[in-house]
């Protein structure tokens, strides 16, 4: 297509240049940032919202306070996340894991003390099933080039069945399809039928690092997994501090509409500021990314994946307490439940157990459910969640919050973006290639810890190499 | 989030009002503008290129004609695109169908006489095999009820798997699995996997009208099937025709940046014009559809849905020659090939026969394989493909030309948008329920005939009448 016209508002916007513009002030594009300026180039990083950190976010809960509405947690092997948060002086402190695990389904609340799905499925529940199936894919796992999974030997055959197909042909009983089903919603958000095989193998294979292939346990565990370490003071921490060293490098309330590569420079237009450099990272899931006007058009592999890669649906619903009630009743506040608003919950309390706050996930067709939902309705429904699974005790919350990010602009739902058949073997190589002088960063670009902080760092760091090289 | 601030382009560009607004002068668009203005409404139409007709295009051959670059038949119960084109004075006549099909498979070139994939199998490649599967997959189609393919009883079944998986499970020989793969990659342009079982069951229902059910027969079949008929001076003869009825009331070169919802009223900003109406109609796909900012956001589950509802990737080569030479090799020009840039070709010469020329679709990763290739390689590699499949006569063309959708801006691929599995249950209501002002057309919202001219055109009287009854 012929060039657009030059909008006025080009003209009117404060035009600045720099060697390279970055954008997104998540932990990708920060990390990036922090990199480049280390290997002494200027940088700009454009934020569309009032505050850094994406998909990191401090919920305010209405008295001054916040607590995590998204990532939260740090585990082992997550290595990259750990070196910054301790470079940002930010502390950490163990997931509250003390007690048993809730159990909802069928109408039915138990008990289960032991980490993990294997844990969580009483001997009649079919855990023999789950286990071979779990060992089944552990061991498919292992052949997947983590971060290439287009390149397993068995990669079209993996990525042209849906994973509902394959846990379906894979377990007979109802309790490990149920739990199976219940690894995607509370690792991915979305169901079982949205994600590839090969999709959910190479989210298995992502979790670990160098020198430690990733496992299933280590995804979904709160001891020596995903879920073992909190931040004091909130995830928020770490954005929130490097951003600040990034001082007026970052840019908010500035949402990037278009990008035109012209000869040996881009200009990156955002609402109010326009800024020409050498290149631009965009350190954005591909679904987000594809709402912005490239010129000249990217390769259709690109236009494509963007179209391809959708986010999940996911909510966070919290309710705080004076204490941490559930503790003295020998629970974890970790629950799974087949019924009601909430899919999973876990304790959100402060470090110092100061006050109680629980959390729950209102995972993939859930959280749709609430759409046309008035925020009493919403209440209503996490409330009643929280009282089946942790009782009478729950009722009288202090005050509620809910984060919704399915309906959230700049972050079009989370935790992160997934492949449907087809789009990792077709398309997955444009996750990262770099299309001219536009490079590409974000969680859903990483190798090891795709769909987590660590991965955010991880491709902020390679990204910042790539681009340092060109320049 | 907050709204974002006015850039100075609004303040700067032509501001102008009517009682609907419409984006995009594809036939959806066009159609709806022609009943809203019969139904004495004040309308304006933006579009974003410098003509109508969206994925109906008269590609140029350089010499000053013309060839359909982008959807072109019209057959047996498409009613609405036939009554339009009737009203625009534009002829029709036969798609050039005497003598035999080509079918190339495995290196070697074979003929076979009857239409359909059932004709392009002979006996020892699996056809009892095939018949049964088509058997198989139109008692299922029955069961759909037409363009609200979720509400079907087993819709959760045949959602929740590819239609690769499907194929698979029902068929055993490698030639009828090669034709069902060939019947998805010529109708949709994807993969098997790419779309799930249930999309493929409501494309094939929806293949009728009211009085006459949809079936495989009439979606893959030249004579009495979907290629039937081709239109003379091409099909672009219509919306140009319709558009020009609608005079000054379609701007081109006008994409549409936002669309902000305020009160009893909304304000549509384009490049250069801005439109305030009581109500906006967006006539494109959902994937297209979410580039544009809408405020307030939209409900989730229209955000999610155009995230999830990618179109295909297809490009059209033709090449020119003095005379349809293949005609009088006793063949149709009509082919299907396992291998090659080329995967099916159909005779587009002119209605008089004063020239001869053939035209080949590069589908899915055909075309993607040429993401990288000069104009010469591309023009090496289709006219490999049309020497293999009509023999030496067919080495010298007068000219060749091609048309790409899959890096196309404004149209993002084709011919359709279409769903991975789980997308149609979960969010496929999405595609035609309004967002309060907003409501939707385009071909992927029409009941019968998605994905077709003819569904595009009953999308914009449908939306025309949705839009009349609440103004």
């Given at each position: 297509m012929s060039a657009l016209p030059a909008s006025s508002a080009r003209a009117a916007a404060a035009a600045v240049s720099a060697d390279v513009v970055i954008v997104g002030a998540g932990l990708a594009g920060l990390t990036a940032a922090r990199d480049l300026v280390a290997a002494g180039r200027s940088v700009i990083v454009l934020e569309?919202?009032?505050?850094?950190?994406g998909r990191v976010y401090g919920l305010?809960?209405?008295?001054g306070t916040t607590s995590e509405g998204g990532a939260e947690f740090i585990g082992p092997t997550q290595d990259r996340i750990a070196a910054l948060t301790k470079d940002m002086g930010v502390e950490t402190f163990a997931t509250y894991n003390t007690g048993k695990n809730v159990y909802y389904r069928n109408g039915k609340r138990s008990l289960y003390a032991t980490d993990g799905i294997l844990g969580s499925?009483?001997?009649?529940?079919?855990v023999v099933d789950l286990q071979l199936a779990l060992v089944s894919l552990g061991n498919m796992a292992k052949e997947i080039p983590v971060g290439e999974p287009?390149?397993?030997?068995k990669a079209e055959e993996w990525d042209s069945q849906t994973f509902y197909t394959w846990s379906r042909s894979n377990s007979l009983s109802s309790g490990a399809r149920f739990l199976m089903d219940a690894f995607i919603s509370s690792t991915l958000?979305?169901?079982?039928?949205?994600?590839s095989l090969l999709y959910v193998l190479n989210y298995i294979a992502s979790a670990g690092n160098e020198s430690n292939p990733g496992n299933v346990d280590r995804l979904i565990n709160t001891k020596n997994g995903a879920q073992e370490t909190r931040f004091?003071?909130?995830?928020?921490q770490v954005p929130i501090r490097l951003a600040a060293k990034l001082g007026d490098r970052v840019r908010y309330n500035a949402p990037v509409r278009s990008i035109v590569t012209s000869g040996n420079g881009v200009t990156v237009t955002a609402d109010g500021v326009t800024v020409a450099a050498k290149r631009v990272i965009v350190a954005m899931s591909p679904a987000v990314a594809g709402q912005i006007d490239f010129t000249p058009t990217l390769p259709a592999s690109r236009l494509q994946l963007m179209q391809r890669y959708p986010m999940g649906s996911i909510a966070k619903f919290v309710a705080v307490y004076d204490t941490p009630f559930w503790r003295a009743d020998g629970l974890t506040g970790q629950s799974v439940a087949?019924?009601?608003?909430?899919d999973a919950t876990f304790d959100n309390s402060p470090a110092d157990g100061s006050r109680g706050i629980l959390m729950g996930f209102i995972n993939q067709t859930n959280i749709r459910?609430?759409?046309?939902?008035?925020p009493e309705q919403v209440k209503a429904a996490g409330m009643e969640s929280f009282v089946k699974l942790?009782?009478?005790?729950?009722?009288?919350?202090?005050r509620t919050a809910m984060q919704r990010w399915?309906?959230?602009?700049?972050?079009?739902?989370?935790?992160t973006g997934i492949a449907p058949p087809g789009v990792l073997t077709d398309?997955?190589?444009?996750?990262?290639?770099?299309?001219g002088l536009v490079h590409w960063a974000g969680?859903?670009?990483?190798?090891?810890?795709?769909?987590?902080m660590d991965g955010a760092v991880r491709s902020g760091e390679r990204v910042a190499k790539e681009v340092a090289a060109v320049l």
């Open positions: 569309a919202r009032e505050r850094p950190g305010p809960l209405g008295d499925v009483p001997p009649d529940w079919g287009w390149k397993a030997p958000s979305v169901r079982s039928r949205d994600v004091v003071g909130g995830s928020e087949d019924s009601g608003a909430i459910r609430l759409d046309a939902a008035s942790f009782g009478d005790k729950a009722k009288n919350p202090v399915d309906n959230e602009t700049w972050s079009g739902g989370g935790p398309f997955g190589a444009a996750l990262r290639t770099p299309c969680t859903e670009t990483s190798g090891f810890w795709t769909g987590y």
